[in-house]
């Protein structure tokens, strides 16, 4: 094994935390999967958030409350629902992005 190779297997193993070249692959390959699913995730939290902005448009400008808290407890509900005790305090990061703090 060469002094180069042998760099770039611990500078592997060193920034995944594997102990092998192996399983580095795998835990690099993984995180880039991740990097794109967050990509993806932060993109549809931006178009949910210009969706919510559509629909307080409208109800505040037909006279209504800016939230509503009714619907804000089905979106709990469902992510609760859907993930557990921690898909609540998802969902309540999400409403908060979107209607901003109350």
Request: aromatic fraction near 0%; charged fraction near 25%; include cysteine.
């Amino acid at each position: 094994m060469t002094t180069a190779t042998a760099t770039a297997i611990t500078t592997a193993t060193d920034k995944t935390g594997a102990r092998t070249p192996e399983a580095a692959d795998v835990i690099e390959g993984a995180r880039d999967r991740i990097d794109a699913l967050d990509d993806r995730i932060i993109g549809l939290v931006q178009e949910r958030m210009a969706v919510s902005a559509v629909i307080q448009e409208a109800r505040i400008g037909s006279g209504g409350r800016r939230v509503n808290l009714s619907r804000e407890m089905e979106v709990l509900g469902h992510y609760r629902d859907a993930l557990g005790k921690p898909g609540t305090s998802l969902a309540m990061t999400l409403l908060e992005l979107c209607r901003g703090q109350v």
